[in-house]
């Protein structure tokens, strides 16, 4: 689905990345883990091809994704690469629907295809009672299952979610964890998960762990 070939990423005199290979396969769900400040994030960044790594390439197949334009990448992110953050970053104007929406309606799809599947994934999720609901009205587990979903929009490829668990109690964390290995069962999407969560890692088909900027 996703592979990156020896990702340096230097920010001034710092080097980040230090010559990462990594690859997740189609249905797969793979944890990273390992102490702050290892590169975790930042090698998730780029393979969400949110950051151009300093050298090095990623692919999706055979695309050299970093190749593209600036407009083809982003194109390239918003169908095939879903993000689920620590902190859900729902946008607090817009109801629990509207924000799982807005993938879809910036993919260029239309309304009623958007709140069609928006509302399916609620569903499935069984937030559908909540989907006119604002995120300040929602518990942090109903949050982050909306965030789940709104990654979820434009059925991607790769779904990268960071420390996804990081903000939730046990209980909430748990069910998530849970969540995650239903949704590969029921999508076929494959996952990345940057976590300091343990139990979620262990889960994973693949557990690796970085260490000074290098997968160990």
């Given at each position: ?119 399916e994934l609620l569903g499935f999720l069984q937030l559908g009672d909540m989907a006119d609901k604002k995120p300040d009205t929602l518990s942090g ?76």
């Amino acid at each position: 689905m996703i592979r990156a070939e020896n990702i340096h990423k230097r920010y001034g005199e710092v080097e980040v990345l230090k010559g990462v290979d990594f690859e997740v396969g189609e249905g797969e769900i793979v944890s990273i883990v390992g102490a702050s400040g290892a590169g975790k994030t930042t090698l998730l960044q780029i393979l969400g091809t949110i950051e151009k790594p300093s050298s090095g390439n990623v692919y999706s197949g055979d695309l050299d994704l970093f190749a593209l334009s600036d407009k083809k990448i982003a194109s390239f992110r918003n169908k095939n690469i879903g993000f689920i953050f620590q902190f859900h970053q729902l946008l607090p104007e817009f109801t629990a629907v509207e924000n799982i929406m807005l993938p879809a309606l910036i993919k260029g799809e239309s309304k009623t295809q958007a709140h069609h599947r928006a509302m399916e994934l609620l569903g499935f999720l069984q937030l559908g009672d909540m989907a006119d609901k604002k995120p300040d009205t929602l518990s942090g587990g109903e949050q982050q299952r909306v965030a789940v979903a709104r990654a979820l929009t434009n059925s991607p490829k790769v779904v990268l979610a960071d420390e996804p668990s990081g903000n939730l109690d046990s209980k909430n964390a748990h069910e998530l964890h849970k969540l995650f290995i239903s949704l590969r069962d029921e999508f076929k999407q494959s996952f990345v998960i940057v976590t300091h969560n343990e139990q979620l890692a262990d889960l994973a088909d693949r557990k690796l762990t970085m260490k000074d900027g290098l997968l160990i």
